[in-house]
């Protein structure tokens, strides 16, 4: 089973501003023993997400907050190392969301098992799992994009912003992308096949460069950072524009969300609708967006990128990376080996 030591990390303070190192805390405990029903549980990767900072906070959301002193909980992909419940044999591989841990204990009841043969373990935390069904669900459930229209995703490097820009390829849209190094743009229009990209970080006037990447301008906006890019595209929207609130990244640090833009015009003069949503209002269509994102991958027309970061010790530093905009891709931490 390897090391007897059970390691977890806890949240040790409330964040004000951009959370740091202080604010977590790492405890070892033994491993558990298991009881009827349950299975032991060995961490592979463990998913750091943005939406973790939200519940850093004890506001009130749409995810009920960390606790102080209780472990943080995640994505997680590990193996079954022990079971005494029938629908899970020693050697599964499985996801589920559960504790910043080397090990954890399960009843099983939210555990879905993940078959190796069809793709890497690891997909389960991105294109095959939340973050894959966040893009499908948003895009085509309420952006619903047609031939010919064009589609702007903001933080397009990601691990959902650039699954949004080739489902809406695939769908025949020409897809601007915003990301925040040159990197990043020349990823998403080199190898990813976006349109273009604009890099809102050093372009001297984002609004304008969003006009000449957006000739026709924006049917589709797909916003998951919020801020002053997001203010950029309410001047291009066209008539029955859809905008779809994902994320809000660039805000969630901030203390006093700073102010934009009333929306209410440019929305009420086009006819165009805003909507907010989180991926579990959809869930019950979850085998469906499972079932053809498995498809496109089998089939290379979707593609996918991985940040992987080495050793439980530097799990702290990935999620706060995230703030930093050190990732391409899905940002994952790799604690054991498949």
Same mark, same amino acid.
């Given at each position: 089973?390897?090391?007897?030591?059970?390691?977890?990390?806890?949240?040790?303070?409330?964040?004000? !501003?951009?959370?740091?190192?202080?604010?977590?805390?790492?405890?070892?405990?033994?491993?558990?023993?298991?009881?009827?029903?349950?299975?032991?549980?060995?961490?592979?990767?463990?998913?750091?997400?943005?939406?973790?900072?939200?519940?850093?906070?004890?506001?009130?959301?749409?995810?009920?907050?960390?606790?102080?002193?209780?472990?943080?909980? =995640?994505?997680?992909? !590990?193996?079954?190392?022990?079971?005494?419940?029938?629908?899970?044999? *020693? !050697?599964?591989?499985?996801?589920?969301?559960?504790?910043?841990?080397?090990?954890?204990?399960?009843?099983?009841?939210?555990?879905?098992?993940?078959?190796?043969?069809?793709?890497?373990?690891?997909?389960?935390?991105?294109?095959?799992?939340?973050?894959?069904?966040?893009?499908?669900?948003?895009?085509?459930? %309420?952006?619903?994009?047609?031939? =010919?229209?064009? *589609?702007? *995703?903001?933080?397009?490097?990601?691990?959902?912003?650039?699954?949004? =820009?080739?489902?809406?390829?695939?769908?025949?849209?020409?897809?601007?992308? %915003?990301? =925040?190094?040159?990197?990043?743009?020349?990823? %998403?229009?080199?190898?990813?096949?976006?349109?273009?990209?604009?890099?809102?970080?050093?372009?001297?006037?984002?609004?304008?460069?969003?006009?000449?990447?957006?000739?026709?301008?924006?049917?589709?906006?797909?916003?998951?950072?919020?801020?002053?890019?997001?203010?950029?595209?309410?001047?291009?929207?066209?008539?029955?524009?859809?905008?779809?609130?994902?994320?809000?990244?660039?805000?969630?640090?901030?203390?006093?969300?700073?102010?934009?833009?009333?929306?209410?015009?440019?929305?009420?003069?086009?006819?165009?609708?805003?909507?907010?949503? %989180?991926?579990?209002?959809?869930?019950?269509?979850?085998?469906?967006?499972?079932?053809?994102?498995?498809?496109?991958?089998?089939?290379?027309?979707?593609?996918?990128?991985?940040?992987?970061?080495?050793?439980?010790?530097?799990?702290?530093?990935?999620?706060?990376?995230?703030?930093?905009?050190?990732?391409?891709?899905?940002?994952? *931490?790799?604690?054991?080996?498949?």
């Amino acid at each position: 089973m390897g090391s007897s030591v059970n390691r977890k990390i806890l949240l040790a303070s409330r964040p004000k !501003g951009i959370p740091d190192e202080s604010n977590f805390t790492v405890i070892k405990e033994s491993i558990p023993e298991i009881k009827e029903g349950e299975v032991l549980i060995r961490t592979i990767y463990l998913s750091v997400d943005p939406y973790m900072r939200g519940r850093m906070s004890n506001a009130i959301s749409y995810a009920k907050p960390y606790e102080l002193g209780e472990p943080f909980l =995640g994505g997680v992909v !590990g193996r079954v190392v022990d079971s005494k419940n029938s629908r899970f044999q *020693v !050697g599964d591989y499985i996801e589920g969301r559960l504790e910043w841990a080397d090990y954890n204990v399960s009843d099983g009841k939210m555990l879905r098992k993940v078959n190796p043969e069809l793709a890497p373990v690891s997909t389960a935390l991105h294109v095959l799992g939340m973050p894959g069904l966040t893009a499908y669900f948003g895009l085509l459930y %309420i952006g619903e994009p047609k031939d =010919g229209e064009t *589609v702007v *995703v903001s933080g397009a490097s990601g691990a959902v912003g650039m699954l949004v =820009g080739q489902l809406a390829k695939l769908k025949g849209c020409r897809v601007v992308g %915003i990301a =925040g190094t040159d990197e990043k743009c020349s990823y %998403i229009t080199e190898e990813l096949g976006f349109d273009a990209a604009v890099n809102y970080k050093t372009t001297e006037n984002l609004e304008t460069a969003l006009k000449t990447a957006c000739p026709d301008g924006v049917d589709v906006y797909f916003d998951n950072v919020g801020g002053e890019v997001s203010d950029s595209i309410l001047s291009l929207i066209n008539f029955q524009a859809r905008i779809i609130i994902c994320g809000q990244i660039s805000q969630y640090n901030l203390e006093n969300p700073s102010m934009g833009p009333r929306v209410g015009g440019q929305l009420l003069k086009n006819s165009a609708m805003m909507k907010g949503f %989180i991926v579990s209002d959809y869930e019950e269509h979850n085998d469906e967006g499972l079932a053809k994102l498995s498809q496109w991958l089998r089939e290379g027309k979707i593609q996918y990128r991985e940040n992987v970061v080495i050793g439980f010790e530097n799990t702290i530093n990935a999620f706060l990376g995230l703030f930093r905009g050190d990732n391409i891709g899905k940002q994952l *931490v790799k604690l054991t080996e498949e």
